[in-house]
């Protein structure tokens, strides 16, 4: 299984930036989401998409982030908009499947892409 994040990068404070994550190699997904780690911090929930469209987003971030997902080809996305310098983290992408069929449900994860934002 393998997820391949791309779409940080460093952008003003009130900036937008859209993250992609495509996961392959897996039989099933069951959620997708994105979590993301400040430096000294511990990693947190930012948004989360079931298959059966619902959503979680961190309150920090209601409004402002959108999470959503191509089921067809297996990509999750997270568009930013009015970033704040506070967003500023290493954000991961996880999806919550079936690595093969029969097997246990399990978290699967990105390597995290940087965002940066600038005051």
């Known amino acids: 299984v393998q997820l391949v994040e791309s779409g940080g990068g460093l952008v003003q404070a009130g900036g937008s930036l859209r993250l992609s994550c495509a996961a392959s190699g897996i039989f099933s997904i069951n959620a997708m989401g994105w979590y993301r780690q400040a430096p000294g911090k511990q990693r947190e929930l930012v948004a989360t998409?079931?298959?059966?469209?619902?959503?979680t987003y961190r309150f920090s971030v209601k409004g402002r982030f959108t999470i959503s997902r191509d089921n067809a080809e297996n990509t999750v996305y997270l568009q930013m908009n009015s970033l704040r310098p506070e967003d500023t983290a290493v954000y991961y992408c996880?999806?919550?499947?079936?690595?093969?069929?029969?097997?246990?449900?399990?978290?699967?994860w990105g390597q995290g892409t940087q965002v940066t934002v600038s005051s």
């Open positions: 996880y999806a919550e499947g079936q690595a093969r069929w029969g097997y246990p449900r399990d978290d699967y």
């Open positions: 998409l079931t298959n059966g469209g619902s959503t």
